[in-house]
């Protein structure tokens, strides 16, 4: 029976539900160190002096590294530049302030302790002198020609602008009736990864070898990066990542943190271990999302949308972090969504202000484009007095393969088709009777319908025009090999963080090899062991590293059928592979354990021919092709029902259904753990979690107890529904698919509540919808 | 997430416990669950020199029924008290508040002595405890002596207790016949602190008239916040709709609450007179 499609149950999770996983703040190393950071109380301040004197007068403190100390030894920050950024000027992002603080939370100072409790102690003692400046919050302001410049060297507060045109615009604007407008605000928020970042540094003075066990999603790419900010020998250095416990694509970032604490474990010679409290994780790790978008839409009085344009600004607070241009793109280049358009303009202006720097979050910036056509539609509906899924299915992309004035080709699927199972799934006539009955009541339902492809396998960045190394993600080497056992190891490059890889990908080895999965083992996360890879992001694992997997797991049945074939004197091309014998296609009793096999490629060698080489291990890489940002394109409709309380604001979920194709589905059980897991995400970042910070730059959601993440509590059941339309251009007909839920969540749920107060004049126009901002919106429109 | 380093002690008696009180003064802090104490000290917004943990005093956790008062120890759970058949049938709005402290963690560890010492303006108990007319028992090195709990709350996070008293036991009267009670919360997420609490302990009197009612808030002010004027409407007539609408209404009147990053005070007020009705109406409903 094929492995693949079947709903097994999760090799990994006996770890986690044991508590035996090994996350960074498990491992303990001999002489260890204990790090902790000095951080600005300051938005904005001029940094005149740091002293760490009196803190090394401490008993258990050990040493200590400033800004001043580290400039010379660490380089900047990587920023990657897109290849069609208009401008992209660098400030000089270095890994302790040195010049200025620009953020609250920017890391000072680091000092390293014998023990934890002592590290905070000591970076209590390290004193820090600051000239406070005044803080630019708003990116309105901060953009104009006149704002005071955060950075020196750049211009003006402009870090990046890109410009994107695509179709004919003019035309659009030429054959309107009317151009529909509006400004979009998308709130501050991210991910929350519930284990936070952290890192164990160790320098090697014998081997002059560099050591890290980290909570990254990307071990590979942050070894290339440390290489290159630090002038290290790149193949010095190791970078592990254990268990970690959730990414989101924050951890992407190759934080400032670490390239600190690799300083201070070269200065100190101990190894040296940081584990960020949340307090820290929620000041200073990165932040996303925040955006708004002034938009024109130019319309037909028949309800055809021509075209869309938008000035999108990106608040990308202190600093660029490396990955600015994927998040501001992923909303730009998203704001056609699933529709026929003939035209496309965006600007994307992302400015300098004194919050924390604005990094990617599962979803890229895709959820704002995803807001922008989704309440345009529903607002232009209402204006035009027809239905919104008529709008909807009017301006559909009928057909696919399609190609979209961004220039993606959108590969398969049923976009109309995928919709009506959604409205079949409410019962959408129904419903909407049912919401006129209960409008009659005084109660306030609200049905949110959002529909979008979801780019799955981003390659936002091109090493041409770099001046740092830009890693590409559209391709995937695995490394097959098969112990004396007849036991596999499947190398990867990337790192598991919730996602599922050690049953995925051994579904589809076992396939590929013919063993079954219980001889197949993942392994991931170790740069000395693993493959170079780009790590885990992009929802590129099912489109690029599976079928890597799978060429790798046939290149290895090839070797052992070759084997096979001599020992069972057939010819190499006769031989299968079943259920972990070798045997003669259609010979029946002509077979060989794997396991014999194994034994004589490894042990046996001098009974082999000359030309069958010792030893059963393969290699072999993918290399995706692209369209556009992306590999494969999924896509979802989401229709949440919502009964909004006007008296309180808040918000009741009476239904979510969601629809889903992702293609080809190794595992529908771990697809559908990904979809709800994503949608949840987003009702969250929708209705509760908010990065708040005062007009002096103060941020006011340092704990778990003010920004608040959804709990079970707060979250309807889902029924989803699973489609499966193959990627034409990806073998096995995988697409990618973890970050959708994530995207959708957000305008579905925001049109749900919209939906459901628009008759009380209401427009919904800005995000989070706070019980507190609901009722504010409400006492507005009551004048 | 670091506390500063400190001195814990576990005295096996209230003496011992006194006496550790009156020997390191302002430097000790009790710890009765620790739910809010730990998190602060953790934060290093507090940082006590010595914490003196209560845990150890069997005395101070039981929940029991003396003639007409029911007695609660200071040490008893959020948990013992919502599942405590006594307190659901006498004293439901103090079985309601108890269901939703915290988060089950919380409800397992922290304890309603804890909670009223530590006397945050958000916090669940302060308003049942003034509606439901508590006392509070509190030993130092000068004996024992009772609060109203209307006098012991002062301040947010403040209390009349001294430095070296120790909450020992709550004192709630048993309420008498047609008497009934609630407290319904408002709150982003389950596990969260109020945005606005209300505590309604009613009395039903003749002919559906409400002879006696005290609605108490909590959320909207530093310490529980008693709407007498609506109490007064409650009482004025035969208890309908809208007469507790209109208690509703009232109740906002002369609201002076905080804002904070998860409501701001004009929300607080508006919800207020929703909760009191809302809460008016859950009290009522039972009998």
Redesign the interface.
Known sequence: MPMIGQSIKRREDLKYVTGSGTYVDDITLPGMLYAAFVRSPHAHARLLGVDTTKALEHPKGIDAITGAEAYPLAGPMPVYSYREAAVIKKPDYRCLAHDRVRFVGEPVALVAAADRYAAEDVAELVEVEYEPLEPLMNPDESIKPDSPKLHDNLDNNVGLRIERRGGDMEAAYREADFVFKRRYRMHRHTGTPIETRGCIAQYNTGTQELTLHCSTQIPHILKTHLSEILDFPEFKIRVIAPDVGGGFGNKLQVPPEVVALCLLAIKTRRPVKWIETRRESLMAFLHAREQTHDVEIPMKRDGTILGIKSHEIVNAGGYLDARISGPSLGAGMWLPGPYMVKGFHVDIDAVMTNKCPYGAYRGFGSQMGALVIERSLDLIARELSRDPVDLRKQNVIKETPYKCVTGHEFDSGDYMAGLDKALEMVDYGALRAEQARLREEGRYMGIGVAMAVEGAGWNTYTAAMAQHYVPTLDYATVTMRMDTSGNVKVLIGDVACGTSHATTAAQVAADAIGLPIDTIEVVEGDTAVTPYDSGTRAARFSAVVLPAVAESGMALKKKVCRVGAHLLEGAEEDMEIVEGQVQVRGVPGKSLPVSRVARVAYSEVATLPHEIPAGLEATESFKAPMSGLCITWPYSIHIPVVEVDIETGTVKFLRYAIVHDCGVEVNPMVVEGQVVGGTAQGVGGTLLEEMVYDEDGQLLTTSFMDYLIPTATDMPSFDVCHLQTAAPQIPGGYKGMGEGGCVYAYAAVVNAVADAIEPLGVEITSTPLSPSRILELLREARG | ?????FEYFDPATLEEAVGLLEQHGEDAKLMAGGQSLL?MMK??MVSPAVVVDLWRLPELDYIRRDDGVVRVGAMATHYALHSSPLIRTTLPALADAARVVGDPLVRNLGTIGGSAAHAAYNADYPAVLVALNAELLAVGPDGKRSIPAVDFFTDTFTTCLEPTEIVTDILIPVPGSGARSAYLK?S??????A?VGVAAALTEGEGGHCADARVVLTGVGDVPVRVTEAEEILQAGPLDAERMAEAGEAAKRNLDPPSD????A??RV??SG??VRRAVAAAWQRS
């Open positions: 997430m670091i506390p500063r380093a998190p934060l290093r408002l982003r997420r389950g596990t969260d602190f945005i990053v998860q409501a701001d004009q929300y508006d919800v929703v909760y």
